[in-house]
């Protein structure tokens, strides 16, 4: 009798860990939307990752790594562009995200390719955010990629 409760024990004991592995594995499977409204806060800043698909110093910015920071409350953004601060508003319509009345310091960095850089967020670009990478997309093609370095993720 013995034997048989023990036996009884360990099979209800492995079929309840195959439910809880069954469980677990289709919530992490499942695709949950990025809450914008926590990410997208003054205190979370996003740095440059990728620039045109090369690495930020590959392409100029050597003394500072540009960065973004969106306020989704205020329908604000600023951050830095690799050698001047800068600020503008901030609009997001579905998944389209588009900075403008972009002002900044005036700075002289040679070499950093700011110019650029200010002609590419101030158009509209689909912004995508997986983790803690915000991709920034322009016909299909990821212009900016960003990561999430400071703040409450």
Do not use: H
Not at 19 to 41: C, N, R, V, Y
Not at 57 to 70: H, M, R
């Amino acid at each position: 009798m013995k034997k048989v409760f023990i036996a009884a024990f360990s099979i209800l004991l492995l079929i309840s860990c195959k439910t809880t592995e069954k469980a677990s594995a289709s919530t992490e499977g499942a695709l949950q939307e990025p809450d914008i409204e926590s990410l997208f806060i003054e205190s979370n800043i996003w740095e440059l990752s990728t620039y045109m698909g090369k690495q930020p110093a590959d392409v100029g910015f050597i003394n500072k790594i540009p960065t973004l920071v969106i306020n989704l409350a205020e329908q604000r953004a600023g951050g830095n562009s690799g050698c001047n601060s800068f600020g503008g508003e901030a609009i997001i319509e579905g998944d389209t995200i588009t900075l403008g009345k972009v002002i900044s310091t005036k700075m002289f960095c040679q070499g950093v390719p700011e110019y650029e850089f200010f002609q590419l967020i101030q158009q509209p670009l689909k912004y995508r955010i997986k983790g803690n990478t915000l991709s920034l997309e322009k016909e299909g093609e990821v212009i900016l990629e960003y990561k999430l370095i400071e703040g409450s993720k």
